[in-house]
């Protein structure tokens, strides 16, 4: 997959894309349904997204401080794209002259002339340009006047439930994995390093892979049953395993971090990248009254974890 992040001077590979457009955070079954809009024609298949994401943006202008929402980190999101076929990745810069474009020169100047896309799709619910002034209407009557199509994407319930972020946010922090991933249409993933921790857990015979979690979206704090893809260095491959988000109070106050136990494996995995999949909530932190115990809790987990996976 191709990956660009300007919009004013692209390969002539990278033009005439179908594309599909939006934040995309999380890659739920609504997002896949708008870029199925894009699929199919005589065009590469494009996604146009933004980085910073919008809102991360829009606070820090104002002098905001957001609390980490975002489902998945922008190598995460380029690693789902390409699973689902995407041919190329506009994952465009958003700064000041981005967001301060009206709608109409965002689709002339961008969409237009930068990019020179054949076709657009957006879900219904799609707005842009300085003040949130244009939505999916304005963008078809647009796209008429500077040379693209446009398709509109209706929203996609699941369950009765409308699939979106914010609801898998909700099912996450509630410590439902299985329904977050019934709105994903694949399990919710946290990607990136591994980094060097306090190998505590080697201490204890749990040698675990240290996992940062700053700027995403908390699921509950808790030890689960989960997937492990090591995508990266000598040891690629897919393994199981029980994970530990959280902050760790056997042993003070800490930052938030994922550790996973792999099962059956043996390797140096520092520095390399892994993607872990959530299957199932086991159960909450937990403070106890000697390394004895928490041992034999371990135990206990990552036997439950065997049975799940």
Known sequence: ???????????????????????FDGLHLGHQSVIDQARGRAAPLGVITFEPHPREFFSAR???????????????????????????????????ELADQSAEHFARDVLGQGLGVSHVAVGGDFRFGKGREGDAAMLTDLGQRYGFD?????????????????????????????EAAAML????????????????????????ANMSVAGLHLPKLGVY???????????????????????????????????????????????????????EYLRPEMKFDSLEALVAQMAADCDRARALT
């Open 150 to 178: 446009v398709t509109i994407a209706p929203l996609l319930h699941v369950g009765g439930v409308e699939a979106s972020s914010t609801a898998i946010r909700a099912a996450l922090a509630e410590g439902h994995p299985q």
């Open 62 to 96: 104002a002098g905001k401080t957001v609390v980490p929402f975002r489902l998945m980190n922008p190598e995460a999101r380029a690693n789902r794209l390409a699973k689902l076929g995407v041919d190329v990745l506009f994952e465009l810069r958003f700064n000041a």
């Open 1 to 23: 997959m191709e990956r660009y992040f300007d919009w004013k001077s692209l390969l002539k590979s990278a033009r005439g894309a179908s594309v599909a457009m939006g934040n």
């Open 185 to 208: 249409g694949h399990l919710h993933r946290i990607e990136g390093a591994v980094l060097h921790g306090e190998k505590r857990g080697r201490e204890l015979g749990y040698p675990t």
């Open 225 to 279: 049953a989960v997937k492990l893809d090591v995508l990266s260095g000598p040891h690629q491959g897919s393994y199981r395993g029980a994970s530990s988000l959280g902050v760790r109070p056997m042993f003070g106050e800490n930052t938030p971090n994922l550790e996973t136990y792999i099962f059956d494996f043996k390797g140096d995995l520092y520095g390399e990248h892994v993607s872990v999949a959530l299957v």
